[in-house]
């Protein structure tokens, strides 16, 4: 996302449109890639609701959210594409709230990676990471990207 600063990230949260919603997709490929063809969309809301509920010490990727709202509203799968944006968009409302505030920093990528999208990028996760506990270990040489070491011993579980 860019011009973060003059965005109002919890009109963002707050907008539904027309979610929740499940949709039937007819690509094979995706169906394939996917596992089924009942695609669920979450409002961004939901997403902060999920992502609060994550204790101290504990971690969260975005997959394990996807497939509790899939399970959870009769799915196969949902939306990769909305879960990443709806995920930073609660990221950004936290930190333009007062109070309320959601942990987002506990929320991680596949495989235990860092999000750069959240406010401050992955220094800033990084930092409130390791200040609960996690340690925070470097990949790569020219693409560096940064994970939560042994990010499965900590994983939060929804269910």
């Not at 987002?104 to 999208?117: S, V």
Request: charged fraction near 30%; aromatic fraction near 12%; hydrophobic fraction near 35%.
């Amino acid at each position: 996302m860019a011009n973060e600063q003059s965005k109002d990230f919890n009109a963002m949260l707050h907008n539904s449109k027309d979610m929740p919603k499940v949709q039937r997709i007819t690509d094979e490929k995706s169906i394939e890639k996917y596992g089924g063809e009942r695609m669920y969309f979450a409002p961004p809301i939901d997403y902060d609701r999920v992502m609060k509920t994550v204790p101290l010490g504990k971690v969260i990727t975005v997959g394990q959210i996807r497939d509790y709202f899939a399970k959870t509203n009769n799915a196969d799968f949902t939306d990769p594409i909305t879960a990443g944006i709806f995920v930073s968009i609660a990221a950004w409302a936290s930190e333009q709230r007062d109070n309320d505030k959601t942990p987002y920093w506990r929320t991680l990528k596949a495989g235990g990676e860092l999000n750069p999208k959240y406010p401050g990028g992955v220094e800033v996760q990084k930092e409130k990471l390791e200040a609960e506990g996690h340690i925070v270990i470097q990949r790569g040489r020219s693409n560096i990207r940064y994970y939560v070491k042994n990010y499965q011993d900590s994983l939060y579980c929804l269910f």
